[in-house]
């Protein structure tokens, strides 16, 4: 589990969002009893399932009426690190920024998908939410991309720190359905770093082959010409081929 702390006070141990999470569902009557295994005491009493647990309480968070708006959101993605990718735990964030609440207040929700894109253990739950929830939905697409990334691509250089080539390769990966227009300055920003290369070329894979990828062509196989990629890489051929046979912008 991917730990991420909030600042601590008078000098205690600072809570994480993750414990947050498994306090809010222990008010619930809801604890942890092994891997895969929650037992709720709540009439009917029995086990769970993590897949129960987000079936049930996995969309909550955003409706409890005693917790303030940044105490919801920690609450929620706490819920990501505890269970995982469910399309319930990690809907209800992107739900609740547009909703009569929202947009959520942009330090916790964004610094928090920031933290945990540039962790040494990938949390699939914010990968699968950016491509899911905030990537595919065109009104959230740019918002999300430039929040996570595309702000920060005049750091994308060789030497870059290692949190941020971590972050720049997990969202670029995930970045398919993003309006071409809005991520090729990231792209090509990225495209200068060799650790980052073969994430661009997967970015362009996926721009190309995705449900809601979004591409442009001529710029696409100019980006991968850059990339400057052992000719043997895997797909790489096909992808040249696709390009240089559509004939849309």
């Not at 709540?42 to 769970?48: D, K, N, Q, R, T």
């Not at 995982?84 to 330090?107: D, F, N, R, S």
Request: hydrophobic letters at 40%.
């Amino acid at each position: 589990m991917t730990e991420h702390r909030t600042r601590p006070v008078n000098g205690a141990r600072p809570v994480t969002d993750a414990e947050r999470a498994r306090l809010w569902l222990a008010e619930d009557g809801v604890t942890q009893t092994g891997h895969d295994t929650w037992y709720d005491a709540e009439p009917p009493a029995g086990i769970l399932t993590t897949e129960d647990l987000c079936d049930g309480l996995g969309s909550m968070a955003f409706t409890d009426e005693t917790l303030d708006l940044s105490d919801r959101l920690r609450v929620a993605l706490g819920l990501m690190d505890l269970l995982g990718w469910h399309p319930l735990v990690t809907a209800q964030v992107h739900t609740a920024h547009l909703g009569p609440e929202g947009p959520l207040p942009p330090e916790p929700l964004w610094g928090g998908y920031r933290r945990r894109l540039e962790a040494v253990r990938e949390c699939e739950a914010i990968t699968c939410s950016l491509w899911f929830d905030w990537f595919e939905y065109a009104p959230t697409a740019a918002e999300a991309f430039a929040e996570v990334l595309g702000n920060d691509r005049e750091r994308l250089l060789p030497g870059a720190p290692e949190p941020l080539l971590r972050r720049a390769r997990r969202v670029l990966e995930h970045s398919g359905p993003v309006p071409w227009a809005t991520k090729i300055g990231a792209y090509r920003a990225a495209a200068r770093v060799p650790a980052l290369r073969h994430a661009v070329f997967r970015a362009v894979l996926r721009s190309r082959h995705d449900t809601y990828g979004s591409i442009d062509a001529a710029e696409g196989l100019a980006l991968l010409d850059h990339l400057e990629l052992p000719p043997d890489t895997e797909r790489l051929v096909e992808l040249r081929g696709v390009l240089a046979a559509d004939p849309r912008p």
